[in-house]
T-cell receptor
Framework: NAGVTQTPKFQVLKTGQSMTLQCAQD?????MSWYRQDPGMGLRLIHY???????DQGEVPNGYNVSRSTTEDFPLRLLSAAPSQTSVYFC??????????FGSGTRLTVV | AQKVTQAQTEISVVEKEDVTLDCVYE???????LFWYKQPPSGELVFLIR??????QNEISGRYSWNFQKSTSSFNFTITASQVVDSAVYFC??????????FGAGTRLFVKA
């Protein structure tokens, strides 16, 4: 099993550009989420999904969109990138509250 | 409101020393889960342990042990005889329902040879 696959690993965007961070899991986990990691702030929840067709906002949802059309995929869209969105992004999945399996992360820089 | 506090920002020890990472949580819920994750220098996040609010038994796994005390709202993590490979950032996390897990700010552990 591949677990949770995130692409790309690195990305540089110009302010105002849009992009999609991809996340796919092959463990048939119903629960998926996106976090951002910033120095000294731990991981903050952006959006999450409890199943295909169901998504909801986390702590810091502004500037991001998500969709969950299948159990496997949970892409994160940056609508109009801003320097404040420079961060490391992690996708995670779990079956119930068994503990997350995380992707390898995407390091995003917005200039 | 739910909150996780890891007051130790950085800890530095010499190999073979024991080290305890503190985690204090806040919640008014009676049912919740607590977690520890490890983030080594390579950057990935690795699940270490889950404990639910009804199980206050301490857990031991090799050199790792966890002490859960509801009376002090703490879920501390001890590494016995630390090794260089234990150098990482460690995160404590809390789930209280609503499908949201919140994380502490993390404790960076340096283990020197």
């Amino acid at each position: 099993n591949a677990g949770v696959t995130q692409t790309p690993k690195f990305q540089v965007l110009k302010t105002g550009q849009s992009m999609t961070l991809q996340c796919a899991q092959d463990m048939n986990h119903e629960y998926m989420s996106w976090y951002r990691q910033d120095p000294g702030m731990g991981l903050r929840l952006i959006h999450y999904s409890v199943g295909a067709g169901i998504t909801d906002q986390g702590e810091v949802p502004n500037g991001y969109n998500v969709s969950r059309s299948t159990t496997e995929d949970f892409p994160l869209r940056l609508l109009s990138a801003a320097p404040s969105q420079t961060s490391v992004y992690f996708c995670a999945s779990s079956r119930g509250m068994s503990g997350y399996t995380f992707g390898s992360g995407t390091r995003l820089t917005v200039v | 409101a739910q909150k996780v506090t890891q007051a130790q920002t950085e800890i530095s020890v010499v190999e073979k020393e024991d080290v305890t990472l503190d985690c204090v949580y806040e919640t008014r819920d009676t049912t919740y889960y607590l977690f520890w994750y490890k983030q080594p220098p390579s950057g990935e996040l690795v699940f270490l342990i889950r404990r639910n609010s009804f199980d206050e038994q301490n857990e031991i796994s090799g050199r790792y042990s966890w002490n859960f005390q509801k009376s002090t709202s703490s879920f501390n993590f001890t590494i016995t005889a630390s090794q260089v490979v234990d150098s990482a950032v460690y995160f404590c996390a809390l789930y209280t329902g609503g499908f949201k897990t919140i994380f502490g700010a993390g404790t960076r552990l340096f283990v020197k040879a």
